[in-house]
């Protein structure tokens, strides 16, 4: 496997030590050769380590922008556009509808419901990986100074975070704490979780959930989710447009959900574009956020 060196520690973290049968690690900006094509990693700005590829052979440069958006986070190196004549685009959220709001109004709302209800414990359920990590980070932007908690779940990856110097706080694990000392706390957790027995140990809890999919009223009223929070960590429907504009690509592949209104949008601005149907990609969050069997030891240990 080659990836970045945060994408391998990842990768064991949460698969154990055989996750691939041989490694190597890259940097940004670093390139390689394999059979007279040249492969370069660069920023894609979803999570830690995540990178786009760029493929080159005969002056013909293919990227691959696998997941990406191109908003800051405090938590990852931000999305590099790359020039290219070819470019592979995610579509998580290929539609006009999806047009995501300043991630720090979402995280105002948050503190607002924490001031409004001190009794009250906050569960926000977000993506174990990334997302967790980087509403955490935005709560501290925000001023929030007091401890923040965290199901079993979290703990591992959020600890790796800090590790790599991404400064989230003091972070506490949610099981050492009794049920009335949850008052007024906040508490990340897997979106799965906000409807478990789990749950239960918190005292009347206002629950969040962080994701770009709470754009979408339906799924918020499906999901229970009292305090929706539209915060993602893919590119929107601007984002996409903008992006595939920016790098000058002539021919565009979409992938990875909205496909079909992305290529049709390609090609009112004169771009050959085409869906390209990749096995094993899902929506956003719809894996609750207990990836592993690691992760699923933590979720039963908790409960």
């Not at 995540?50 to 002056?59: D, K, M, T």
């Not at 809890?205 to 893919?234: C, F, K």
């Not at 079909?260 to 096995?279: E, F, M, N, S, T």
């Amino acid at each position: 496997m080659l990836a970045t060196q945060e994408t391998l520690d990842i990768m064991r973290l949460r698969y154990g030590e055989n996750f691939a049968g041989s490694t190597q690690a890259i940097r940004y900006g670093e390139t390689v050769t394999l059979n007279g094509v040249t492969a370069t990693f660069h920023p894609a700005g979803h999570v830690l380590g995540s990178a786009q590829i760029a493929v080159e052979r005969g002056g013909c440069r293919i990227v691959a922008s696998g997941d990406y958006k191109d908003v800051p986070d405090p938590t990852c190196t931000p999305f590099a556009l790359v020039p290219c004549d070819v470019f592979i685009t995610e579509a998580t959220f290929g539609l006009p509808v999806f047009r995501h709001p300043d991630p720090d109004s979402e995280i105002a709302k948050l503190l607002h419901s924490v001031s409004l209800f001190p009794e009250r414990a906050h569960l926000v359920g977000a993506y174990t990986l990334g997302k967790a990590q980087r509403v955490i980070a935005l709560i501290r932007k925000a001023g929030y100074r007091e401890p923040i908690y965290l199901h079993g779940a979290m703990e591992t990856l959020s600890r790796y975070y800090i590790a790599q110097g991404i400064d989230l706080g003091e972070l506490r694990p949610v099981r050492d704490m009794k049920k009335a000392e949850l008052g007024g706390t906040i508490t990340l957790c897997p979106p799965s979780a906000l409807k478990e027995v789990w749950s239960r140990r918190f005292p009347d809890p206002v629950t969040a959930y962080a994701s770009g999919w709470m754009r979408v009223r339906a799924r918020a009223r499906q999901s229970l989710v009292q305090l929706p929070m539209v915060i993602s960590d893919h590119a929107d429907w601007d984002g996409l447009r903008d992006t595939i504009m920016a790098t000058g690509a002539g021919e565009i592949w979409v992938t990875h959900g909205q496909e079909d209104a992305l290529v049709h949008w390609c090609g009112l601005q004169g771009l050959k574009a085409r869906p390209l149907d990749i096995v094993g990609y899902g929506d956003e969050d719809e894996t609750d956020g207990v990836a592993d069997q690691g992760e699923a030891e933590a979720t039963q240990r908790q409960e």
